[in-house]
């Protein structure tokens, strides 16, 4: 079943081109949701455990896939999130088979990077994910589209060839006969080594999470993609970073994690507040939520780096989550842009006509300032509570970004949606047909995971402590 | 009956208003939101009735991680005589003004949505108050935070955004960038304070190892923890406290607050939600009876801001911002008591607070009305032959805050200048000295809305209606008779309320000698009619609409400039320089792209295009590989 | 029998016909004519060696490479004519698009 969860994107995704006009958005839509079923009933099974053939023998590649704990939540939010980007895609995009296809390609790369238990497989669907993101942003982005891809292409191309690098270096330090993860734990680099090792594997986990400064691209992505806001969710999806630190990084560099962590910690927790500090000067929405994004990353990384129990759950936690509301953000701004023509934010009074949208997107930025009652909260006061209890100071100013957030946020909102309608102004028209979907059900998911956590805590949580308990101490 | 029943009322009033708000035409809305509230209070009402001296303690699920004691955190309901007393206050004023707003709404087009905030609202007072941990408690915390940044926005564009006269069309304009800018301003400023719950919560999580308030309340008195992270963890709830109670320093977004429906004002900028952070103090008294160094912090807290208040009150115009000065004022009174551990004292005036705030909010919001939108207080007077009733409930709240004997504002004033003049005579003096202030400035207030000849611009004001009249009665009456609640010892009374609080919140019962009560009971007296009186001379001279101090205290002592300048426009200059940073970041890696690039533009000067030219260095590339094959298989042989 | 160098000797001629011919005419058509002369000028050797050693291995080897240059014509003919379609030119000169 979970090598079908896997696959069956992309054989939807190759289905599509064969399908003729009329029937790709239900093609789509119907694999799509057919991978989120597929998603719960792994998890109605209590996950799928690690399964593992020989790919490649000669060079110790293996097929070894899983699905549980934190890797089964972000792949169920990203099954969830890709359902929810193809739905508003096939209403929004005019003749979208390319569009969905891509979509449906990348989602293959995500599910893939979150089920590989093979550090070659999880670069293979590394780079999966990335030529779906590219082609998005080529075939569909704006009129300064190259500059931003390739920014976006020489980031990760650098980083994933450093990762490849690091990759190599601990199956040959570790002396450990295949990639496949639990090989190089049995198998583990000591000395200095480790460090240097992490340092590369951390490079690219820092493109992709984004952390400061290596975050440069990530604006400029979200700003050139496409107005629907559709490859705005997948990159959104693509920032796996956080998980990859955790879910490799710190077993595979338990001693470099420990050495690192201040240093870490400081950075992380600058990423926070100097994203968020920015985010208050952006004009442009997708800008804006780009930077509000790299704040979230920020206390992603605060928390793993961490180390502590809690803040990494907190982590985890907010890292599934915030693609949730995030990409939900971004559609909505590509709705606003639909009926105004324009994703900047000085436009005015849009809520007076379009009550539902203003309501909504008003909703899913308080989850994302971490409003407590929404997911968000439970994400950042669980990061926040257990980076201060390693290093108080570095969350106090990570904290200070809750603050920005507020005005970032209400500050965007208020000139575009509150405030005086402009003279003259097109009608706006209100939340239509499967609208109401693609905004209503991530809101639905924010409140129900705000208030009761215990699902995804349920998943979280032991994953977190078995990693953590391999570092030992800790 | 449940706890939880308490906010789901509400909680499903809001639902079904936010989202099926066509289900209710007409006044439906207003009349579901009010039932829900009632229900509450009905629930509330009952749990006070068979509340017995062990507190309820209702848990419901598990929510946060590893943030009890070795376990996860669950949310659950906390009740007991504290929480109990709140919730009644919050669901029974509540009520009163959610009937008041059915009227004085009920023109308004967003009529639902206007109570779905509402409900909102009230849901997220009780779980505030019925919290059994401090997360919990912050969710409400927060939640009230929106709800008030909603409702205080809640004429985002102006009352006539879609008007097609020019002239009040960009009055509008003008009106929703003001109420826009209020709304956020409040929910920054909250943030500010609420950064500071989140830090106490952190350091009392690292101290004693959980967040849940009872678990707390056992372990606290028993652990072996240095003073001073006591201290701290005390000093950083105070700056939450202070954030949602617009206390100094973070006070100024509670006058800019009154941007908002006058209902809205009456409930949560003075009954309810600003009293959050009296409470929290109150709840974590067995933190504070610990920290001598962060009590004295919040009693001078409290006295200031009572000082600040006053002072600012004192020549303002507009008739909302006057009540809005004097809740700060009377706020930092609730903090000076909580302050001095006379956690009783403190609560007792924010329950008659509530009362006579409410009520005189509510009868502003009758006058407002009644001249159609008019605010100011220079164009009303003698507005007490056009609507007597509610003369009579707004001189029932002049009263009872200027603390004139039988009054309930006399007797919670009472006791919290008594505190103060136990445990510091400085903070007495400054008490006193607002008792003065604040009988002037409400003298003021009555003096130029009711009294005098009338200056306004509406030929016949109206009376308002029943709908409005009960409330305004039933809170005058309490307003009136509330204070006999908790009559002290010195007067024949039993201190029936400190006795029921005391159930739950140690009582430090202070030692005065009668005949000392009684001189400061004569003090405070004399300081309310004295400030009374001072207001009457200034009306009978008619140099009332200009009051002491001038602009100074019309500017609210400059501080929102101050902070502007301080703090608002230095923040927007680094938000600036950062991006322009940001974007440089990206130009400095851009110039390293352009350059390691470079080398690939000689290889792109052999891509000519030309087929002949690829043909070409295809022949010399074979030639040269034959050739070398040839002078290697020619060298091997020789 | 004639000996295998006459072969070969005529199939370097062809070779080398075809590669003047790639390398001086303009016209698409003409290029790849010439193309498909090297191309035959390497079966014929192919099969001269066949023949020299006695092994079959090289003749089948033709008959793939004979049924590859068929479609190949096929497939190349169809781009030269679509390119004179869009273009309304054959001369490869003009054709520079992929200019680095």
Redesign the interface.
Known sequence: MIHLMIFLPLLGSLLLLATPKRWRDEVAGFVAALTLGLGLLIWRGGGAEVFRVDWIPALGVTYSVALDGVSLTLALVTAFMSFIAVLYAARRISNPGTMLSLVLAMETGLLGIFAARDLLLFYVFFETALLPALLMLAIYGKPNRMRALVKFAAYTLFGSLLMLLSIIGVKAYGGSPTFALADLIQNPVKGAAQTWLYLGFLAAMAVKLPLWPLHAWLPDFHEQNHDSGVPDVMGTLYKVGGYGLFQFGLPLFPDASEQLRPILMGLAAFTALYAAWIAFRQTDWKRLIAYAGLSHMGFVALGVFSLNETATIGAMYLLAFQNVYTGALFLAVGMLQERVGSVHTRVGGVMTQAGALGGMTLALWFASIAVPGLAGFVGEFSVLLGAYQVQPWLAFIAGLSTIAAAAYALTAFQTTFWQGRPLGAVRVADLRHTEWLVLGLPLAVAVFFGVYSAPALNLIQPAVRGVLAGLGGQ | MPLYLLPLFPLIGFALL?LFPRLFPGRAAGWLGSATVLASFVVAGARYLGQTDTPAHEVL???????ALNA?LSAGFYLDQLSALMALIITGVGFLIHVYSVSYMGHDPKFT?FFAFMNFFVAMMLILVLADSY?LM??G???VG?AS?LLI?FW???RN??ASDKDL?GA??RE??A???A??KA??MN??G??GF??G???L??LYGTLSIPELAARVPGAQVATAGIELACLFLLVGAIGKSGQLPLTTWLPDAMAGPTPVSALIHAATMVTAGVYLITRSHFLYDLAPVASTWVAWVGGLTALYGALSALNQHDIKKILAYSTVSQLGYMFMAVGLHAYSAGVFHLLTHAFFKALLFLSAGAVIHALHEEQDVRAMGGMRKFMPFTHIAALMGVLAISGIPIWSGFFSKDAILAAAYTSSPLLYVVGLGVALLTAFYMGRWYFLVWRGEYRGHVPHPHEADGLIKVPLGILAALATLGGFLNVPAFLGGGHAFDAYLGRAIPVHLHEIPAATEWLLTLLAVAAGVGGLLWALAEHRRRSLADGPLGQISSNALYLDRVYDGLIGAP??A???G??VV?RG??GT??GI?RTSAAPGGL??????????AY??SM?LGTALILGYWAIKTIGGGA | MAPTAYYIALSGLLFAIGMIGVLTRRTAIMVFLSVELMLNAANLALVAFARAWGDLTAQTAVFIVMTLAAAEVAIGLAIIVSIFRKRETTNVDDLAGLKG
């Open positions: 936010i699920w598990t929510w946060l991680p590893n943030m996860n949505r997360p912050f969710v915390w927060e939640g929106t940044y926005g985002f564009s102006g955004s879609e069309r509008s304009d929703g960038v109420n826009s800018n709304a956020r929910f920054i943030r500010i609420d950064l989140m830090l919560m952190f350091l999580f690292k923040s927007r680094i938000a600036e950062l991006d940001d970041v990206d890696l851009a792209a290889f792109s000067l052999w891509q000519s295009g030309f087929v002949r043909a070409v022949l």
